[in-house]
């Protein structure tokens, strides 16, 4: 009871000398004349912009701003008084409860604030002994250790939890991705593999058709014997039941009829379909393998850099067409002066890689393949492996390719074919040419390539037109 009396007293005094207008105890404290106390400098501070007249900010009074104010001595000595007292010595939990005494002691030894007569005490008299404020210090210095410590741990939590945040972030989008990346990968692989059905089902159909014709001109061949010998059965039954003279007449020309008979045996049709279905060559077997590896399918855009003045190239880099007359470029050593050729822009070294380019076989002379980057792109071009270039040629209504200058060989006609795939094994060194409408192999070379080949076209009449097809 009497430590809450004490308190209430010291927080009494402490409300006096407390300023109304800064909450803070009196700084040369004022009186006006209205009986208002406040800090000379908070007064001066809200009556600088008056002149003559000023109000009280408390009770709004109004007085001569001369003659408002004058020193409070007795004020000043009021909070001289209470600021000898701490927030702390207001505190009740330091008031001792046995002796009811301020606790201005830190007992060692038990860690616990204690009053003078504490110290006094059996309890206590032994222990060593601390002011309060040096235990205060003490210990605000270990807070202080400690605090700077958590602060520094959490610091770095909040450093590992925005790293672990954007991690998870980056992680987010790398799935998502990812899971474009597999999703396109199985689009593609679901086309790839609806094309091998279709092949498939085309290749048991054309099976179908040639075992058949076969069966059908074995089962003719055996109708047409079976035809002939129950003919020679029934006239010889009929020439055995006759009797005497009339069983000799005509019976050597029946019986050399039946010697000079002979069965053609057709030959029996083994057909293994599975294993004629399934020989495909190469090419299409790793065609197939797209649906479960990754193949390089290239999006061709064209070079204009290298082609020839008389070669168009289209904006978006997808269609090439011969004009009839040469457009007027700037000299440049990329391009092709004399021969209408035209690179793509993608160079490739190793790995496998294959396109598909639509062709006009309207056009009556062109070629496509690929080209070494060092070939020659002045004066005439040679179309063969020697010059760097593997091409596959059309002319008038055939496919040819050149292995030498002297040599030109006519390939085996394809039909109708609205679309050639190009398909480069950087690693085996082979670039092969298949119909990308029934997947038939037109033709392969096979040749050591010892440096970076890009697509190569050759658009050698006025009309010819290349459109490069999306991978």
């Avoid at 649906?291 to 880099?317: F, G």
Wanted: charged share 25%; glycine share 2%; aromatic share 6%.
């Amino acid at each position: 009871m009497a430590a809450n009396n004490f308190s209430h007293t010291v927080h009494s005094l402490q409300e006096k000398a407390t300023c109304p207008l800064c909450s803070k105890f009196y700084t040369d404290p004022v009186t006006a004349k209205c009986g208002h106390c406040y800090c000379q400098a908070c007064i001066d501070l809200k009556w600088r912009k008056s002149r003559s007249v000023v109000q009280c900010p408390i009770c709004d009074k109004r007085f001569l701003k001369k003659y408002s104010i004058r020193p409070n001595p007795e004020l000043a000595n009021l909070v001289a008084i209470a600021t000898q007292f701490s927030s702390e010595d207001l505190d009740v939990s330091r008031i001792c409860e046995e002796h009811k005494g301020i606790m201005k002691l830190f007992c060692q030894t038990e860690r616990m604030p204690i009053c003078v007569s504490c110290k006094e005490s059996n309890e206590h008299q032994d222990h060593p002994t601390i002011p309060i404020n040096e235990a205060v210090q003490e210990y605000k210095s270990k807070c202080e250790v400690h605090l700077d410590r958590l602060k520094r741990k959490r610091e770095k939590m909040v450093h590992l939890t925005a790293i672990t945040e954007h991690r998870a972030h980056e992680l987010e989008k790398k799935i998502k991705l990812e899971r474009h990346r597999v999703e396109a990968e199985f689009a593609q692989k679901q086309e790839f593999l609806d094309i091998d059905r279709q092949i498939f089902l085309s290749r048991i159909e054309l099976e179908e058709k040639v075992v058949m014709q076969k069966m059908e001109a074995n089962l003719n061949l055996l109708n047409e014997q079976t035809s002939t010998m129950d003919q020679l059965l029934s006239e010889m039954e009929r020439k055995s039941t006759q009797k005497g003279a009339h069983l000799l007449v005509g019976l050597d020309r029946i019986l050399d009829r039946c010697e000079s008979i002979k069965m053609e045996v057709p030959e029996l049709i083994h057909v293994d379909i599975r294993s004629n279905i399934c020989n495909l060559p190469r090419q299409y077997l790793i065609l197939r393998e797209l649906a479960k590896t990754k193949v390089n399918l290239v999006d061709l855009m064209l070079d204009p850099e290298t082609a020839h003045p008389s070669i168009a190239v289209s904006q978006d880099l997808k269609n090439a067409t011969c004009m009839s007359e040469n457009k007027d470029l700037p000299n440049n050593p990329k391009r092709f002066d004399t021969s209408p050729c035209v690179l793509g822009t993608e160079g490739f070294t190793v790995d496998i890689h294959f396109w598909h380019v639509e062709v006009d076989f309207a056009s009556s002379l062109w070629a496509l393949g690929v080209a070494t980057k060092s070939v020659r792109r002045r004066g005439p071009l040679c179309l063969i492996p020697e010059e760097g270039v593997w091409a596959l040629e059309f002319d008038q209504d055939h496919f040819q390719i050149h292995t030498s200058p002297e040599s030109c060989d006519q390939l085996p006609h394809h039909g109708n074919v609205s679309c050639i795939g190009v398909f480069l094994d950087c690693d085996c060194g082979q670039v092969s040419f298949y119909s990308a409408d029934t997947m038939s192999l037109i033709h392969t070379f096979s040749h050591t390539i010892n440096e970076e080949v890009f697509p190569f076209f050759y658009l050698g009449s006025e009309g010819v037109h290349f459109t490069m097809c999306p991978p």
